[in-house]
């Protein structure tokens, strides 16, 4: 069975601290996912896709933020995004000293955002991306979060539920369109922010595994 342990590594700062999953049969590529704002590694979407992508052979470290790693409940505080990224720009750099193949990132809803972000900005560092949820917009709110997307050359696939507040499927199909990259987008009918009510962690993982593998053209 694929094992799953406590993961820290201090090396460096930001620290990195989250949970590893190694699979029975690894394939040599790894997955780095994080949690949203109000939200922390051990989130059930999150273990969800862990699993589902461990046992097709990813090494996944999901892992929490510096900004939960600060303070155990809260959202973050715009002034330290900048540190989150810097976060995830570690966890990415551990996981590709431990492996041989691809790294990939991604992320709920702010930490999917925060992924973008910083890939954005590194373009070299993550070999495609993940965000699930991806914040559009704050509910009932207009103004995009969108201002790096046309930097985005990473391979992103995004899934997004047909009944998030963030931000409308046409909405974010409009978004994406400013995308300099490669990119889709996964519509999982009936579900929320959370995807998980009227989605279901399994069955979301088992979707975002499927379409991720096709989309960055991996065998499964």
């Known amino acids: 069975m694929p094992g799953v342990s406590a993961f820290e590594n201090l090396r460096d700062t930001p620290a990195v601290r ?16 994080t949690h949203g704002a109000g939200g922390n590694a051990g989130a059930p979407l999150l273990v969800a ?8 052979g990813f090494t996944v470290l999901r892992c929490n933020l510096p900004f939960r790693q600060a303070r155990p409940h809260g959202p973050p505080y715009p002034a330290t995004a900048a540190q989150d990224r810097a976060g995830l720009h570690r966890a990415v750099m551990v ?6 193949g691809r790294v990939f990132l991604g992320g709920h ?3 999917g955002r925060q992924a973008t972000m910083l890939a954005a900005s590194e373009p070299d560092l993550a070999a495609g991306l993940l965000p699930l949820s991806y914040p559009l917009h704050a509910p009932g709110r207009t103004d995009l979060r969108t201002a790096h997307f046309p930097q985005l050359t990473t391979p992103a696939l995004f899934l ?14 409009t978004a994406l369109g400013s995308l300099a ?40």
Not at 18 to 33: I, K
Not at 95 to 100: D, G, K, P, Q
Request: no cysteine; charged share 20%; glycine share 14%.
């Open 18 to 33: 989250g949970f590893l999953h190694q699979p029975d049969a690894p394939s040599g590529n790894g997955l780095v996912m």
């Open 49 to 56: 896709v862990a699993e589902a992508f461990t046992a097709a």
């Open 95 to 100: 996981m590709r000293e431990r492996l041989s």
């Open 109 to 111: 809803s702010y930490g």
């Open 160 to 173: 997004h539920g047909t009944r998030d507040p963030f931000g409308t499927v046409e909405e974010m199909r």
């Open 181 to 220: 990259g490669p990119h889709e987008l996964v519509v999982i009918e009936g579900a929320g922010h959370d995807l998980v009510k009227g989605g279901g962690a399994a069955r979301v993982a088992a979707t975002a595994l499927e379409a991720f593998q096709r989309f960055v053209k991996l065998s499964a």
